[in-house]
């Protein structure tokens, strides 16, 4: 019999069939299987084989796949006491978080290949009742008769089901209720309840809370339900990095938390996990690589319950994404001593307001055509204790407080102050400053900016201020009029992290713009210069369409800035070129600038 007729008969015969790898994953199910569980083959593939148990079942499979596996191991029998199979009585799990009693039938499989155990399965009969059941009444049909069993078809199989009890029923509604419906993860109910459980054990216990990194950008570009799409392929992935009885969750959004028991190193199960999910994917009609930032933390004698554990999980997932994302951190203390943690962290900014400790650096950004520096961005900076306060740390602080404006205000005096001179060597230089929505609620900002320009002697020309998508659309805020009053003086507005909110192309041409910058999200996007992602040239070429100029930021490598200047992108800017630095070191940023820039252009 060759190989396919074979995969054709296991296919189809009645009885439901898995095979599973040696670390629990299906790696084969036939249709039988699929109508038994409820599930599509696509979505059990690769996934865990617990994951068709009911909780309470899962450890007692566990136990006897276990003893299969360790049986074979060892040279021994598979078989039980009586020459037969291991067989496993419990509950299994229906992709719709129903319930059912379910006979698994275990047996290791010869050769220790990719597929080590198989496992079919059956629903369960009904047990029996004791009462004996009154004879029925001339043409009384059974199912009518209360007290007795309904018949009801478990798809796939000939067996029947017992008609729910009330309080059956609401166990399965708690069932439904404690699972994501997206991936069937449990929920953060279920998941604090489980970690609630295993810290009153003497066991060691650590948590993994993971953020997909950029998700928003998937979305947004992809649509609504390749993003769902890329969801469950994630809930997958990371099934297949934990043991049956550790627990993964979905918390909501992107966001999934892990629940480790008993974990010799959770930074190797980090890894793995970080491994797997920047495996490729196909999602949408996109080849995806989905990166995550994961923050790690593991009880100590001093962890007073789950609440704390996820704090401190959390606290190193802010610190792992302020790193760069597409890595993961273990909790430190001192991850909740930064100044959006600290109490006074608001007390030492004002201060360093009212001292004058803002700084600003610059970075260059590049015209691929000219082979010049066209403009320096502008960045807010705050050295305390002797350390860069880096910007996502202290300016959401500047935002609640209402420091932004004053913050804000410094950084573009003083942006124009220092660039001046470099401004005056050609008209068509320009600085660059990120201004806030909250500064446009002022109903005179527009007049600030013009007067900052008019006593630093800037050309209001070459000034540009770049506002994220979500400022235009805020209807509470004066901001159109205010930046047609900017624009009438000379004013150039850029609007920054470009595709990441609510604009389209189409709503552009009602803006008051001059430019669009490609957000640092896409652009990572690009590996090695080879992929196919025409979004870049519909966004490029629609906005330059438009008469606008389209700058991408984060460029980071070569492959990058090589891939986006053959689509004619307009300016460049990001660490290839060079990072930000003090208005003292313009000359070396500039030279750095320009050098890569020939580095590109050798390359290509």
């Known amino acids: 019999m060759d190989s396919a007729f074979a995969h054709t008969v296991l296919d189809h015969i009645p009885d439901a069939l898995l095979l599973l790898a040696p670390d629990g994953s299906v790696t084969f199910l036939n249709r039988a299987a699929e109508r038994l569980f409820g599930y599509p083959r696509a979505q059990l593939l690769g996934a865990d084989y617990s994951l068709l148990l009911a909780e309470a079942a899962r450890e007692g499979l566990h136990a006897t796949v276990s003893g299969v596996l360790g049986a074979a191991h060892d040279g021994g029998a598979t078989a039980g006491a009586n020459g037969t199979a291991p067989v496993f009585a419990g509950a ?14 275990c047996a290791a499989l010869p ?82 309840e489980r970690l609630a459980a295993a810290l009153r054990r003497e066991d060691s216990v650590d948590v993994v809370i993971i953020n997909v990194d950029d998700f928003r950008t998937y979305n947004d570009m992809l649509g609504r339900s390749a993003a769902d799409e890329l969801l469950v392929e994630v809930a997958s ?14 918390l909501g959004g992107d966001e999934f938390v892990v629940l480790l028991t008993d974990c010799h190193s959770i930074s190797a199960v980090a890894k793995r996990i970080s491994d797997s999910l920047y495996a490729p994917a196909r999602i949408g009609g996109s080849t995806v690589r989905p990166a995550a930032s994961m923050g790690l933390a593991s009880r100590t004698a001093q962890t007073q319950d789950g609440a704390e554990l996820l704090r401190q999980a959390d606290s190193a997932l802010s610190a792992a994404k302020a790193a760069g994302k597409n890595t993961w951190l273990e909790f430190r203390p001192e991850m909740l001593a930064t100044p959006t943690h600290q109490s006074g962290g608001e007390t030492g900014l004002r201060q360093a307001v009212e001292l004058g400790q803002i700084s600003v650096h610059y970075q260059p950004v590049v ?115 205010q930046l047609h009053q900017l624009r009438g003086a000379g004013v150039r507005i850029a609007m920054d992290d470009f595709g990441t909110g609510y604009s389209s192309l189409g709503r552009l041409r009602e803006l008051p713009l001059d430019q669009v910058k490609i957000d640092r999200s896409f652009v990572a996007m690009i590996k090695t210069g080879k992929e196919h992602l025409p979004f870049f040239r519909t966004m490029i070429n629609a906005a330059q369409a438009l008469g606008l100029k389209v700058t991408a930021e984060g460029i980071e490598t070569p492959a990058q800035a090589k891939y986006l200047m053959g689509l004619g992108c307009d300016a460049l800017q990001g660490y290839l070129f060079a990072k930000p630095a003090p208005a003292s070191d313009l000359a070396g940023t500039m030279g750095s600038a320009l050098d890569a820039i020939d580095t590109v252009e050798a390359a290509g």
């Open 111 to 192: 050769g220790g290949g990719p597929a080590a155990v198989a496992l079919s399965a059956r629903a369960a009969a009904p047990r029996a009742t004791t009462a004996r059941p009154a004879p029925l009444a001339p043409g009384q049909a059974a199912a009518g008769r209360p007290g007795t069993l309904e018949s009801q078809l478990v798809p796939g199989t000939t067996g029947v089901l017992p008609r729910l009890t009330p309080v059956e029923h609401d166990d399965q509604l708690k069932a439904a209720v404690l699972r994501d419906t997206l991936t069937g993860l449990p929920n953060g109910t279920l998941f604090n």
């Open 92 to 105: 299994g799990r229906r992709a719709d978080a129903s319930e059912f009693p379910v006979e698994i039938t």
């Open 367 to 481: 015209s691929p055509g000219l082979g010049a520096v066209v403009q320096f961005e502008a960045f807010a900076r705050w050295e305390r204790h002797g350390k860069l306060v880096p910007p996502n740390q202290f300016l959401p602080v500047a935002e609640q407080s209402g420091l932004i404006r004053e913050i804000g205000d410094e950084v573009m005096r003083r942006a124009c102050a220092e660039i001046r001179p470099w401004l005056a060597g050609d008209a068509a230089y320009s600085v660059a400053v990120n201004v806030s929505g909250l500064q446009f609620q002022q109903r005179d900002f527009a007049g600030d900016v013009l007067g900052i320009a008019a006593s630093t002697g800037v050309n209001p020309r070459q000034l540009m201020l770049e506002l994220t998508e979500s400022v235009f659309f805020d209807a509470d805020s004066d901001v159109i009029r």
């Open 237 to 250: 992935r990371l099934r297949n990095c934990i043991r049956p009885h550790d627990t993964v969750a979905r």
